[in-house]
């Protein structure tokens, strides 16, 4: 019995010896893992019974990484301080009558005060005496910009308001009198001189000539005290004015543009001499401020310099309110039309220069994906998958209210899987749909006609496990899929069906089921949390990371290549705010340049790029937003760059050991930026460079 076990074994064993040495091994037992060439590229077998490429396939190009090692610079979240503040006093006791800009008495004069009676126009009454005044001002709050001198209110002045007119009238009365010895000095020299002439023909004595010349020296004498006491109403009155204008609440910061920190005292409080009323800030000149850890403190040379990336906040363009239920997906038809589809079993085409839709087009049941033809796609269409598993294609150019093509669940993915992903090819003339029970299949857009599904045997990797929640085409003829397993996979598309492109990528730590590709099929996006991973199609290696700021929460929802590669669009910093990041190239690390905030903070649930790359869309609750994309120009001067270090804190906070760095950061103001580019409180990011 031993012997024959024993014969058995060896037999066993040069049987699988044969195997490994012929190379049967790989084929049998090892076929769910990939080939890969010496170039890196991952090589796909048993393609030779699947046929040519679906379409015309691109080269992939070559993609190097970053060269830099990661640890020369330091990336860390800052907020910018104002360098310079002042408190805007009181000079004077009284009671605050107004915050704002008084408007000025001839304005008033020529428009008629009823036009300044509405916001942002205000009034309020003075009682002098005898007389009651009106100002009229513009109201004034806080974090608003102002200019240098600018009055920012104004505190009671009926006393100094009442001496002020107490001097006019006295100067009035003066120059009357001054008037009256002007006439009598006049009246006197001619007298004087009619005397002088008499004296001289010896017809009056000396004594009446002295007469007339001694009255006429004393008026002229009276007429200069008179001029002099006008001239000291005058100054009085000066004096007055000057009392007067001390209730005025004027900021004297040297700079052109400040902003308005506090409002410490409103109107009606009452101040003394010397009590801050407002608070003001220098935008002109402001500091980025941060903590540094101990460990990276030590390394920072004397004279250090940053990069200072700041942080854009821009609200939409467009907001179209319309769908009953929330809208579960958004895309942009290639003649610039919004698309969107919603709970309500509806999909709206909206046009930026309309609120209502342009069209309605209704389903049997929720709609949970929508999608369109490319821009080189001859035709106009949109793709709707239904929670029942349906799919419509609807003619985007046409005005009907039925679709050119029903496919019913049986037909397609079957009743219990919901649509889930939909994807056109690049030339439009095929497309790709995932349902919820993880299955996919290609169709051909003409006629709406199944071309083949995706079956485990004709690759080397099996399909999703769970729900397919994206699709993209490359131009390379590969189809990117990523679903809720927790995997990426790379499909080779050929005219009778679908290879796996090797293993899937595995370990998605993040929630982000929209996954995107770059548009010329080289870069594909993997979440991994807080890290946004850009890999290469090509050989499935990593090539860049895009790091979530420490203050913000996880990638979630969606990350989205721009038509032309260079942005991302992400969801994720919480309060339904989207991210627009400069996607990092060679050695330049990514930064985001813009974020994207709405007025009701809903999570997004969808968002798309229009084809020319000029706006994007997403959708949150019942609303879909428009936003502008920023220009190349705009993107690369985002950033301010070799900002000199003007703060080095010594001092350890001995309960997070962190030390306080700053850099002083010159502001600037133009049409795109009038309050600013830069906001005191606004956080921003810090990227520093450190020695070797």
Known sequence: MGRISLIVVAGVALFLGGIWATGLWHDLFKKDLPTINRSGEVVVRDLQDLGPDLYHADPFKDIPGATRPAVDQIVFPGVMVPTETEEVSSLVNGRVLFIGEQVDDSAVLVAGSSAFLAEPYYFASVYAGRDTFVKFYRRIYEGETISQRQMLGMI???????????????????????????????????????????????????????????????????????????????????????????????????????????????????VKQGDPVLIVQNLEKLQ??????????????????????????????????????????????????????????????????QLAPVRKMEHDDAVRVVACTPKDAKKNICLVGCANGSIYLWDLDGEGTEPIKLIKPEQAHGSDASITSLAFSPDGTQFASGASDGTIIMWTTEGGELHYKFEPKTGVAKTHEDTVTSLTFTPQCRLI????????????????????????????????????????????????????????????????????????????????????????????????????????????????????????????????????????????????????????????????????????????????????????????????????????????????????
């Open 156 to 270: 009671e002045p009926a006393e100094a308001l009442g001496d002020v007119l107490g001097k006019i009238a006295k100067i009035a009365a003066t120059k009357s009198e001054h008037e009256a010895t002007v006439h009598g000095e006049l009246e006197g020299l001619e007298r004087f001189r009619t005397a002088e002439i008499l004296f001289r023909d010896k017809k009056i004595s000396r004594e009446e000539y002295g007469s007339a010349a001694l009255t006429y020296y004393k008026l002229q004498a009276e007429q200069r005290g008179k001029y002099q006491s006008v001239l000291m109403a005058e100054y009085e009155k000066d004096q007055a004015d000057i009392k007067l204008n001390m209730h005025e609440i004027r900021a004297v910061l040297p700079y052109a543009h400040s902003t308005i920190k506090a409002i410490v005292k409103q109107r009606g409080y009452a």
């Open 288 to 353: 980025a401020e941060a903590q540094i850890e101990e460990q990276y403190f030590t390394r920072l040379p004397k004279y250090e310099t940053a990069t200072i990336e700041p942080t854009i906040l821009e609200a939409p363009l467009n907001e179209f309110p319309g769908h009953a239920l929330d809208v579960t997906s958004v895309a942009v038809a290639k003649d610039m039309s919004i698309v969107s589809g919603s709970e309500d079993r509806t999909v709206c085409v909206w046009t930026p220069k």
């Open 481 to 692: 899929s990523a679903g809720r397993d927790k995997t990426l996979r790379v499909w080779v598309l050929k005219e009778k069906g679908a290879a796996a492109d090797g293993k899937a990528i595995l370990y998605r730590e993040g929630n982000v089921p929209s996954l995107g590709v770059s548009q010329d099929g080289n870069w594909m996006l993997f979440d991994r949390g807080r890290t946004l991973q850009l890999l290469s199609v090509k050989t499935r290696t990593l090539k860049h990371t895009i790091n979530m700021p420490a203050n913000s929460t996880p990638f979630d929802t969606l990350a989205l290549f721009s038509p032309n590669g260079s942005l991302i669009l992400t969801s994720g910093t919480g309060e339904g705010r989207l991210q627009l990041w400069r996607k990092p190239e060679g050695d330049a690390r990514g930064f985001e340049v813009r974020q994207l905030a709405t007025r009701e903070r809903l999570p997004v649930t969808s968002a798309a790029f229009s084809p020319d790359g000029t706006f994007a869309v997403s959708a949150s609750g019942q609303k879909i937003y428009r936003w502008a994309i920023p220009t190349l120009k705009e993107v690369s001067e985002h950033r301010v760059e070799k900002v000199r270090m003007t703060l080095k804190s010594h001092a350890l906070d001995s309960s997070t050991r962190m030390s306080r760095i700053g850099f002083e950061v010159i502001n600037e103001f133009s049409a795109r930026y009038p309050n600013g580019r830069f906001e005191a409180g606004r956080p921003v990011t810090i990227v520093i460079e450190l020695p070797d």
